[in-house]
């Protein structure tokens, strides 16, 4: 299967500060990426569709200003949670599609746990 | 709309008998992907097996089978020989091919947990 890299896997962060996460496709380039929000025991919440050269797209109810979103490559999508909040802690996992093949699998980064002090 | 439904929310079974998890699904697409993930506890999401609406044959992928029938709507993952291994939270997702809204994204469900016992 296909690689994709999620950095950092952990960040602590005082509240007011902005955290950036990194999501690389490694062995495949992928002009859509994925980022998700995991509460613990639940499912996974799409918070927005990552589009390579254009803007992402939200999910209702996510604020586009609170999480910033950077498609700058074919290979590399990037999440900027701006002045996080306690309320902000949670685990944050990419994927990337793979067009590769006809199926449009969505692999997954390893997520990343952040919590905000 | 599109709906994933994952009515276990958790499972046991013996090391190296075989395991069922239920999934079904809805929509009104006429075509679509169906799409299996492990999750253990350190949290990364794992592929397992992918079917296609239109595939005649069920998919399988080593000691993973899905149980594809479309009249019924539903794609239950089987598991067979299970190893301690396995532990961990399964979903099921599904990916619309076609649909204004489309832009490849998955709709999960809410997940399995799967605990084998030795």
């Known amino acids: 299967g296909a690689v994709v890299s999620q950095h950092p896997s952990w960040v602590i962060c005082k509240s007011g500060t902005s955290v950036k996460i990194e999501c690389r496709s490694l062995?495949?380039?992928?002009?859509?990426m994925f980022w998700y929000r995991q509460f613990p025991k639940q499912s996974l919440m799409l918070m927005a569709t990552s589009n390579e050269g254009s803007k992402a797209t939200y999910e209702q109810g996510v604020e586009k200003d609170k999480f910033l979103i950077n498609h700058a490559s074919l290979t590399l999508s990037t999440l900027t949670v701006t002045s996080a909040h306690p309320e902000d802690s949670s685990f944050y996992i990419c994927?990337?599609?793979?067009?590769?093949?006809?199926?449009?699998?969505?692999?997954f980064g390893a997520g990343t746990r952040l919590s905000v002090l | 709309a599109q709906k994933i439904t994952q009515t276990q929310p958790g499972m046991f079974v013996q090391e190296k008998e075989a395991v069922t998890l239920d999934c079904t699904y809805d929509t009104s697409d006429p075509s679509y992907g169906l799409f299996w993930y492990k999750q253990p506890s350190s949290g990364e999401m794992i592929f397992l097996i992918y079917?296609?609406?239109?595939?005649?044959q069920n998919a399988t992928e080593g000691r993973y089978s899905l149980n594809f029938q479309k009249a019924r709507k539903s794609a239950n993952l089987v598991i067979s020989a299970s190893q301690l291994g396995d532990s961990a939270m399964y979903f099921c997702?599904?990916?619309?091919?076609?649909?204004?809204?489309?832009?490849?994204?998955?709709?999960f469900g809410q997940g399995t947990t799967l605990q084998v016992k030795p």
């Open positions: 062995d495949f380039q992928a002009t859509t």
């Open positions: 994927s990337a599609r793979d067009a590769r093949g006809g199926e449009n699998i969505q692999y």
């Open positions: 079917q296609g609406s239109y595939d005649q």
């Open positions: 997702a599904m990916r619309g091919v076609h649909g204004s809204s489309n832009t490849g994204k998955l709709i």
